[in-house]
């Protein structure tokens, strides 16, 4: 241990006994930071199918699935969002996500609002027809527009805000049709006891078919869930870097290596 | 003079009570109100009148009791003797570092959640009980974050508001706490020396109040969820969660999962060393789950690491812990004093200090002059010197502030402020839930407490 180690092994219990409360005991894990364009491109190049690994990672019941089941659900899933997504332009006679949520009748706000970033939250539905989107992560990442690398991902004129819009409006098409809809009709046994059972819906299905419903009404070719690394990115690019490597595994891939230069030149442009 | 003396001590009590509402270092506050209350009434003896001198020996010096004597006993045998409760505390820390590196404590989590599903009344009823179980082992705010990081996103992922989900979370480790030998080690010192009353047991004060006082707690954040629950509309989500200790999916094996309560169970049952409950628990889950498969000397640095984080875990309360026994102890010097001024104001039966503490529990919120962890301390000096209770009713009487209002509901809880950042409620959106929370738990405690606590005999009470 070297003597400035030592130095700052000890100076949480010298804050401690000074009597200065420290409220973040969590050091988080750290990443190689990698270029946005990089990263997005990577992502981009995996199926929307291929992303069960990671889609059901932030599931609370994923660890009583195996990946047959995980994929199989993935791809329905996605099917349902997209086959919504044409039944709802068709009803609305419009792709547009803003005019769709006008003809639905939902109250759309844009707060600003700071976020920290062990949690992006960048939209939001609330029961019965409230969606916020919430401008701070999407304001940050439109400075990254201005990389030629990111808008050839991402094509031109991308508005970002438009498809957390599509996404959150299939929250309210789920309610709507939550007696047919099969991300509402699928259930799962937990556990059973005689005739006492337990029967649960699955969250990631939901959100798996939204990000289908909204990939095909903003006729991207690339899984909504690469905006979880590019809305990230304008908070914390090692955080950002972090969320690729996960994505990268969980679709059994192999991150690209970060490079020493790109990570400085990446962190002071954002 | 010694009304005049009195009166001054009473301003610099309320003095310390605003303070520490305005969120000041507790060390500091701690050590200045002790200096106070040591020149006061001890330069007051020069000036008193000669019947109050007489009628109180704390104040008079002579062969068998120096100056230097009573301020060794403030200023070195207090904090010495606090020694004790620290170093439960930091086994405590090293416990709670184990159930995490180990897996158990999210092993838990996450069993749990798979028998509630997406019903979120049941998985917040299931999830109550759990944390609450935990937390009668795991102490500190390194280990609340750790569950928190795992059981908030769950929450928030069946639709929970995420007011509600902090405030049910954030109430069921409170529920814990009431068991915690931890907490109750470092709570019982602000009343009695370790040696003293060795009757006052864990187990002896869980059997006849802590149970009591866990399930209350318990029972009335879970219920007041489900009220919000129902009030409240469901929410979807689109959150990047990046990555961190809740995205390992480390499973431990399923018969480790009882050792979160070993410790508590063999306190209680047996009245078994609290420290070696934890070194027993800690080494077996170290070894059943396979974290002592390295070298004698890696497993060495294991549990050496694991200590040390544990350790910096306890570290923002060592400063305070370490000066309130001071406090303490100089606080019977100030109470002829009190005596003279609030003798005749203090509750002197059980039935009215219950019915006061349940009145003022907002004064435990912000520091304030009801929680031992914040300018209660002050508070149980002044009213343990002028009137006589039993040491588990007075106990009782200020855990509820301290526990249910402090750590349960307090946004001034270290683990609290974490969780309002972590989870972006605003400060006055979780103080609506938690202060009806304290308000209905804290009541119904009082009521217990009265019932189960109440004219306890002889025994009881302190020479």
């Known amino acids: 241990m070297t003597k400035e180690e030592f130095r700052e092994a000890l100076k949480p219990i010298g804050a401690g006994l000074l009597g200065r409360p420290s409220q973040q005991r969590y050091e988080r894990p750290h990443f190689p930071i990698r270029p946005i364009g990089d990263m997005l491109s990577d992502l981009a190049e995996i199926e929307p199918w291929e992303w069960y690994g990671y889609a059901f990672s932030r599931e ?30 068709r009803e609305y006679g419009t792709q547009d996500p803003e005019e769709l949520a006008k003809a639905m009748g939902m109250n759309v706000s844009y707060p600003e609002f700071p976020e920290k970033t062990d949690r992006v939250l960048f939209a939001e539905f609330r029961v019965p027809d409230k969606i916020c989107i919430y401008m701070d992560a999407v304001n940050k990442a439109a400075r990254l527009f201005l990389k030629p690398e990111v808008t050839q991902v991402l094509t031109e004129g991308l508005d970002v805000s438009r498809l957390l819009l599509a996404h959150e409006l299939f929250h309210f098409v789920e309610e709507r049709y939550k007696h ?24 990631a299905f939901s959100e798996i078919a939204a990000m289908g419903f909204a990939q095909e009404i903003m006729k991207i070719g690339y899984s909504p869930y690469l905006m979880d690394v590019f809305l990230v990115y304008g908070y914390s690019p090692e955080e950002a870097s972090g969320l690729y490597e996960e994505m990268m595994q969980a679709a059994k891939r192999v991150p690209r290596p970060a490079s020493q230069e790109s990570s400085v030149g990446e962190e002071t442009t954002v | 003079m010694e009304y005049i003396i ?30 106070l209350w040591t020149i006061l009434p001890l330069g007051g003896t020069l ?27 403030i200023y070195q045998s207090a904090p010495e003797g606090w020694g004790t409760t620290l ?11 184990v159930l995490m590196d180990t897996g158990i404590a999210s092993t838990l989590i996450r069993k749990t959640v798979e028998l509630g599903g997406d019903k979120p009344f049941v998985t917040v009823a299931l999830l109550n009980v759990v944390t609450a179980l935990i937390f009668t082992a795991m102490t500190g705010a390194g280990p609340v974050i750790a569950i928190g990081v795992i059981v908030l996103p769950i929450l928030m992922s069946l639709g929970i508001p995420k007011s509600v989900a902090l405030f049910t979370f954030m109430g069921s480790v409170a529920a ?41 707690m318990l029972v009335i954040t879970t219920v007041l969820a489900a009220f919000y629950l129902k009030r409240a509309k469901t929410v979807h989500a689109w959150a990047a969660q990046t990555r961190g200790a809740a995205s390992e999916q480390k499973n431990a094996p399923f018969y480790t999962l009882i050792l979160p309560v070993v410790p508590v169970v063999l306190k209680i049952w047996l009245d078994f060393s609290v420290i070696g409950g934890f070194v027993i628990a800690g080494f077996l889950a170290l070894f059943l789950c396979g974290r002592m498969k390295g070298s004698f000397k890696e497993n060495c640095q294991l549990v050496n690491k694991l200590y040390y984080d544990g350790v910096v875990d306890t570290a923002p309360l060592v400063g305070f812990l370490l000066t309130l026994p001071m406090f303490n102890s100089v606080a019977a010097l100030a109470s002829p004093y009190f005596k003279v001024i609030l003798g005749n104001v203090m509750p002197r039966s ?48 200020f855990a509820i502030p301290t526990i249910t209002v402090n750590i349960g509901s307090c946004i001034t809880q270290s683990w609290v402020a974490w969780g309002l950042a972590y989870s972006k409620v605003e400060s006055r959106d979780f103080l609506k839930l938690s202060i009806p929370n304290a308000y209905f738990a804290g009541v119904l405690q009082y009521v217990a407490t009265f019932i189960m606590l109440g004219g306890l005999g002889a025994a009881w009470f302190l020479s």
Not at chain 1, 63 to 85: I, N, P
Not at chain 2, 47 to 73: C, R
Not at chain 2, 198 to 211: M, Q, R, S
Request: aromatic residues 16%; contains cysteine.
């Open chain 2, 176 to 216: 814990g706490i009431y068991i915690n030998p931890v907490n109750f080690t470092q709570y019982r010192a602000f009343f009695l020396k370790p040696d003293e009353m060795p009757d006052f047991t864990l187990g002896w004060y869980a059997a006849h109040w802590g149970y009591a006082a866990l399930i209350i």
């Open chain 1, 180 to 203: 047919e809809i099969f991300t509402k009709t699928e259930k799962i046994r937990l556990w059973s006891l005689g005739f006492i059972h337990n029967d649960s819906n699955v969250i």
């Open chain 2, 47 to 73: 000036f008193v009148s000669e019947s109050f001198l007489a009628s109180n020996p704390i104040l008079q010096f002579g062969k068998d009791n120096t100056l230097i004597a009573a301020l060794n006993k």
């Open chain 2, 87 to 97: 170093v439960n505390v930091c086994w405590g820390a090293w416990f709670g570092r």
């Open chain 1, 60 to 89: 609370p019941l994923n660890g009583k699935f195996h990946d047959d089941q995980r994929r199989e659900w993935m791809e329905k899933s996605l099917a349902c969002g997209k086959e919504y997504a044409g039944i709802v332009c």
């Open chain 2, 6 to 35: 009195g009166i001054i001590l009473l301003i610099s009590f309320f003095g310390l009570a605003y303070y520490c509402i305005k969120g000041h270092n507790l060390m500091i506050g701690f050590l200045l109100i002790t200096l």
């Open chain 2, 350 to 397: 059980e039935i009215v200090v219950c019915i006061v503490f349940a009145l003022l529990l907002c004064m435990g919120l912000f520091r304030g002059p009801m929680t031992l962890v914040g300018c209660g301390a002050a508070t149980l000096g002044v009213l343990s010197n002028v009137a006589s209770f039993s040491v588990p009713f007075l106990y009782a009487v």
